[in-house]
């Protein structure tokens, strides 16, 4: 198994940080701000109702980085908080995981979510030696599917109703990638 490090550098404007409870003020603010454009796409939006609950996620995040199982990240853009990225339920035995991701709608259009998979995609393959990563997308969640069919991750298929989104079951897109595909070929930027 390889120790992921802590902070990813993107480039001069984007930092994945990881999550930290004395962030949470600042991370429960851009979720609270942003709670009614988010609550479309995101399950754990109603159970995030408190600068508290922001804070027991932040350390449970902490406790998953630690046990290298799990890595959440605050995406940072100059400094702000402006979403979140994670690489979730790594399986070091088959070197596997999978990505995911929420943006603030005030930072969405500038390619700050795409820079920031292809980071840790890149991160995950060349830093944590992993072999293939997932990412899972709400089929009518256009904009959440154009970043992995941007970075190249294939679409192997539709998961019928395996996500629960406000007491509705919800189809998912599952997009891959594997390692050995993604080191012979050059990233878009």
């Keep these: 198994m390889t120790v992921a490090t802590r902070t990813l550098v993107v480039d001069d404007e984007l930092r994945l940080v990881p999550r930290n409870p004395s962030d949470a003020p600042e991370m429960f603010a851009v979720v609270d701000r942003n709670r009614a454009a988010l609550h479309e796409w995101i399950s754990w939006i109603d159970a995030t109702r408190t600068v508290q609950d922001a804070r027991r996620y932040a350390h449970f995040a902490e ?14 853009r100059h400094g702000t908080i ?4 994670g690489l979730y ?28 998979c292809e980071a840790l995609t890149r991160y995950a393959f060349t830093g944590l030696a992993l072999h293939r990563l997932e990412i899972r997308c709400v089929v ?3 904009k959440s599917r154009a970043i992995p069919e941007r970075l190249g991750y294939r679409l192997e298929g539709i998961l019928h109703q395996a996500y629960l989104l406000h007491q509705r079951f919800r189809d998912m897109a599952l997009y891959a990638a594997l390692s050995p595909t993604w080191k012979a070929r050059e990233v878009p930027h």
């Design 89 to 116: 339920d790594v399986d070091w035995v088959s070197r596997n995981g999978q990505i995911g991701y929420w943006l603030a709608p005030e930072a969405r259009g500038q390619g700050l979510m795409t820079r920031a």
């Design 63 to 76: 406790s998953q980085f630690e046990q290298q199982v799990g890595f959440d990240y605050a995406l940072r």
């Design 140 to 142: 009518e969640n256009h």
């Design 82 to 85: 402006a979403g979140a990225i």
